[in-house]
C-alpha cells in the first residue's frame, strides 16, 4: 500500500549517524513491528506512538504497519526515534504531508499524552544531522535553547506531535500544552576563588601558569594540608575561555552526559575531579546498552584532577595511558564502537607517604621504608614519564600566612600572562605542536651553548631521550611566559627542575 | 441470546452477503468442532478462504480486527485443517482472511476484508 519516510539520528559517541525510517502500511491485521535493531527502550516506543498518536487527534491505521529503522546493522537505542516514527506512520496513512516529514530530520520521546518529551544528546544530535546535511531538524520544545546552539540548520521547536503535525501542515486542533522541560541544571556557583588565596609558594604558583599555559601534565606532590587541591581547582580558572570548536565539542559532551538541558555553550574549560574508588569505565567511559563518556571524556578541554592519585587502582590508572597520548578514547562493542574526545590536562596529586608526613619539618613519619616506597611505586613509570611538570607542594608557615607584603598573583593577572603565552605559541607553531624531532634537530632546534647543560644530563643517563624532549618542550612555554622568543639556558634549568622536582 | 451473540450473528450474515456479492460460494457457516467454530468457509475459484468475523458497535475499545489476537490466529489454522480433513477438501490454496465490521445491528458503518492474514 503505501509508505511513509522520514529520518532520525543514532548516536554513537559523540558523532550521529542519519537514521532513515520507513513505515509500511500493509494490509494485515492490526499489529505495529519494528525492525532495524532497537533496544529495549527503543522497542517500548511502540507502545509510547501508539497511545500518543491516539491522544493526538489521529487513529493508528487498523492494519499490518511494518517500521524500518535502517541502516538496518547500526544498534539503535534510546527513545530519540519515537516521533520521527509516529510521522513515518502517520506519513504513509497521508494523515500528514509526506514530502514535508520527509524532508525533515526529527528526535524526540513521545509521552502517552502526545507531549514531546526532552532526550540527552540533542546538540551532538543536531551537528550530526548538520553535517550529513539535512536542512531541517524538529527537536522537543524543552530541547529548543541547545539545538538553537547549532547554526547553519532551521530547528523547529515542537511541544507535542499535535504541534508536529500542524508545523507540516496537517489541519488539526491543537490545544496549547506547557512544553516538558529537563530538569534544571543548578546554578554553577560563581568562582569566588582566586589564585591569590594560595599564600606562600610563589614557585608552585608559576609551575601552574607554566601548566596552563602549556597544557602540561602536573604532579603535585605535598602532604596533607599543604593546598593540593586548592593549586589544582586554581589551574581551570587561570585556562583561557574556550574558543568556537571546543565550547561546541565540550558542550556536546556535556548534553550526551546528563539529561540537564545546555541553555548556552560551555565557554570555560570542565574542571572533573573523580573519587579515588572509581572504576575504569567511570574514568574512560563505557557502559551496557549506551555507551557514556567517562571522566576523561567530560574533562576534555579541561582539567581532570585525580586526588590522592596512588589510591586509584592501578589498572585505572593505567587505563589513561592511551588517551592522554592520543587525546582522544575509542570504546569498542562487538557490533560497533564509539568515539569521545579525552583532550585532558591531568593534575595527580598525592601524599609523600601514605601517613603523609615523610620530609615534612617537625612531625616524624611513621611509616616504614618499604610502605613508603611501594606506596608512589603505585603511580607507573609510564603515567609519571607522561607528566612534565612534578611540583613538591610543602606546608605553609603562620608566617607566610600573615605576610601581606610580598605581592600574590591574581587569577585575572595569571590569566592573562597564560593568554599571552599561549597567543606566542600559537603564532609560532599553528594549533598542532610540532613533533619532537622539530624541536631537537628541526627548524626549531636551540643553539649548543643554550641545551648544553641539558646535553650533559642526557649523556649522564640522568634524563632519557623522551624527557630530553619534553624539557624542551616546557622550556618553549618558560619562554613564552616570559614573553621571549626563544629559550635561554635559564629556560632550559627551570624545565629540567620542573620535570624532576619531585625526585630532585 | 445475549446481546453481543446477537450483534456478532448479524455481522456473519453481512460478511457472508458481503462475499457472495463478491463473488465467493459460502460452504459453511458456523461450522463447530471440538477446537471451537469456523466463522465461514467461502470458495472463490479454486481458493477455499476461511473468514473470521470480528463486529463492534463502535471504535471505542479499537478496531475491530484488533481483536484478532495470535491465539486466535493458531487456532483457526487448526480449525482450517480440521475442517478440511472432515470435508475431504484437497484441491487449491488454503486462505485465512478477517471481515471487520463497525454497525449497530441495522446499519453497517464500515466493512473491512483483509485477504489472508495469515503470516
Known amino acids: 500500500?503505501?509508505?511513509?519516510?522520514?529520518?532520525?539520528?543514532?548516536?554513537?559517541?559523540?558523532?550521529?549517524?542519519?537514521?532513515?525510517?520507513?513505515?509500511?502500511?500493509?494490509?494485515?491485521?492490526?499489529?505495529?513491528?519494528?525492525?532495524?535493531?532497537?533496544?529495549?527502550?527503543?522497542?517500548?516506543?511502540?507502545?509510547?506512538?501508539?497511545?500518543?498518536?491516539?491522544?493526538?487527534?489521529?487513529?493508528?491505521?487498523?492494519?499490518?504497519?511494518?517500521?524500518?529503522?535502517?541502516?538496518?546493522?547500526?544498534?539503535?537505542?534510546?527513545?530519540?526515534?519515537?516521533?520521527?516514527?509516529?510521522?513515518?506512520?502517520?506519513?504513509?496513512?497521508?494523515?500528514?504531508?509526506?514530502?514535508?516529514?520527509?524532508?525533515?530530520?526529527?528526535?524526540?520521546?513521545?509521552?502517552?499524552?502526545?507531549?514531546?518529551?526532552?532526550?540527552?544528546?540533542?546538540?551532538?544530535?543536531?551537528?550530526?544531522?548538520?553535517?550529513?546535511?539535512?536542512?531541517?531538524?524538529?527537536?522537543?520544545?524543552?530541547?529548543?535553547?541547545?539545538?538553537?546552539?547549532?547554526?547553519?540548520?532551521?530547528?523547529?521547536?515542537?511541544?507535542?506531535?499535535?504541534?508536529?503535525?500542524?508545523?507540516?501542515?496537517?489541519?488539526?486542533?491543537?490545544?496549547?500544552?506547557?512544553?516538558?522541560?529537563?530538569?534544571?541544571?543548578?546554578?554553577?556557583?560563581?568562582?569566588?576563588?582566586?589564585?591569590?588565596?594560595?599564600?606562600?609558594?610563589?614557585?608552585?604558583?608559576?609551575?601552574?601558569?607554566?601548566?596552563?599555559?602549556?597544557?602540561?601534565?602536573?604532579?603535585?606532590?605535598?602532604?596533607?594540608?599543604?593546598?593540593?587541591t586548592m593549586l589544582a581547582e586554581r589551574l581551570v580558572d587561570i585556562l583561557p575561555d574556550l574558543d568556537a570548536r571546543d565550547a561546541l565539542e565540550v558542550t556536546s559532551i556535556a548534553s550526551l552526559a546528563r539529561l540537564a538541558q545546555m541553555r548556552q555553550l560551555v565557554t570555560r574549560p570542565p574542571f572533573i575531579a573523580p573519587h579515588h574508588t572509581a572504576t575504569a569505565v567511570a574514568i574512560v567511559g563505557g557502559g551496557s546498552g549506551v555507551i557514556r563518556p567517562g571522566a576523561v571524556s567530560r574533562a576534555s578541554r579541561g582539567v581532570l584532577f585525580l586526588d590522592e592519585a596512588p589510591e586509584f587502582a592501578t589498572t585505572v590508572l593505567d587505563a589513561l595511558r592511551q588517551p592522554l597520548e592520543s587525546g582522544d578514547i575509542v570504546i569498542h562493542r562487538a557490533n560497533y564502537s564509539a568515539r569521545f574526545p579525552a583532550r585532558v590536562q591531568l593534575v595527580l596529586a598525592a601524599n609523600p607517604c601514605p601517613c603523609g608526613n615523610a620530609g615534612v619539618a617537625d612531625s616524624t613519619c611513621v611509616c616504614t621504608p618499604d610502605r613508603r616506597r611501594r606506596y608512589l611505586a603505585r603511580l607507573s613509570g609510564p603515567i609519571l614519564d607522561r607528566i612534565d611538570i612534578h611540583v613538591p607542594v610543602s606546608r605553609v608557615s603562620r608566617a607566610h600566612l600573615f605576610d601581606n607584603t610580598s605581592p600574590r598573583m591574581t587569577t585575572a593577572h595569571a590569566r592573562e600572562r597564560v593568554v599571552a603565552a599561549r597567543a606566542m605559541a600559537n603564532d609560532r607553531w599553528g594549533r598542532d605542536l610540532p613533533e619532537a624531532t622539530e624541536l631537537r634537530s628541526g627548524k626549531f632546534r636551540l643553539a649548543p651553548v643554550v641545551v648544553r647543560a641539558l646535553d650533559a644530563a642526557l649523556d649522564r643517563g640522568a634524563v632519557t631521550m623522551r624527557g630530553y624532549d619534553r624539557v624542551l618542550r616546557i622550556a618553549w612555554t618558560l619562554a613564552d611566559c616570559d614573553g621571549s622568543p626563544m629559550p635561554t639556558a635559564d629556560h632550559i634549568g627551570r624545565a629540567v627542575y620542573l620535570r624532576q622536582g619531585v625526585h630532585a | 441470546m445475549a446481546l453481543k451473540d446477537e450483534l456478532g450473528r448479524w455481522g456473519e450474515t453481512i460478511a457472508g452477503d458481503f462475499l457472495i456479492a463478491n463473488g465467493y460460494d459460502v460452504l459453511d457457516r458456523g461450522w463447530r468442532c471440538r477446537h471451537g467454530e469456523i466463522d465461514i468457509v467461502a470458495r472463490n475459484g479454486q481458493t477455499v478462504a476461511f473468514v473470521e468475523v470480528k463486529t463492534r458497535r463502535n471504535r471505542r475499545f479499537g478496531h475491530p480486527l484488533e481483536a484478532i489476537t495470535p491465539a486466535k490466529f493458531a487456532r483457526l489454522r487448526v480449525l482450517a485443517g480440521e475442517w478440511c480433513r472432515v470435508h475431504r477438501v484437497h484441491a487449491g490454496t488454503v486462505r485465512i482472511d478477517a471481515i471487520g465490521i463497525i454497525g449497530d445491528g441495522i446499519t453497517v458503518g464500515n466493512l473491512e476484508h483483509r485477504v489472508g492474514v495469515m503470516e
Open chain 1, 1 to 228: 500500500m503505501t509508505v511513509g519516510r522520514t529520518q532520525s539520528i543514532a548516536l554513537s559517541g559523540l558523532s550521529g549517524h542519519l537514521v532513515d525510517i520507513e513505515a509500511d502500511i500493509a494490509s494485515g491485521l492490526p499489529a505495529l513491528v519494528l525492525i532495524g535493531l532497537p533496544d529495549a527502550s527503543l522497542g517500548e516506543s511502540k507502545d509510547r506512538v501508539r497511545s500518543a498518536v491516539a491522544n493526538s487527534g489521529c487513529a493508528m491505521p487498523p492494519t499490518r504497519v511494518t517500521v524500518n529503522l535502517s541502516p538496518a546493522s547500526l544498534p539503535k537505542q534510546g527513545s530519540g526515534f519515537d516521533l520521527a516514527i509516529a510521522l513515518a506512520i502517520l506519513a504513509g496513512t497521508r494523515d500528514v504531508p509526506a514530502e514535508s516529514v520527509a524532508s525533515c530530520v526529527h528526535i524526540g520521546e513521545l509521552a502517552l499524552d502526545g507531549r514531546i518529551r526532552p532526550v540527552a544528546g540533542v546538540l551532538p544530535a543536531v551537528v550530526a544531522a548538520r553535517e550529513a546535511g539535512a536542512r531541517r531538524i524538529m527537536v522537543p520544545a524543552g530541547n529548543r535553547t541547545e539545538a538553537e546552539l547549532v547554526p547553519d540548520i532551521e530547528v523547529i521547536p515542537v511541544a507535542s506531535l499535535a504541534h508536529a503535525l500542524r508545523e507540516h501542515g496537517t489541519d488539526i486542533a491543537v490545544s496549547d500544552v506547557d512544553a516538558i522541560e529537563p530538569p534544571r541544571d543548578s546554578e554553577p556557583l560563581s568562582p569566588t576563588r582566586d589564585l591569590s588565596d594560595i599564600v606562600g609558594q610563589p614557585d608552585v604558583v608559576e609551575a601552574l601558569v607554566t601548566a596552563a599555559a602549556g597544557g602540561h601534565h602536573m604532579f603535585l606532590l605535598g602532604p596533607p594540608g599543604a593546598g593540593k
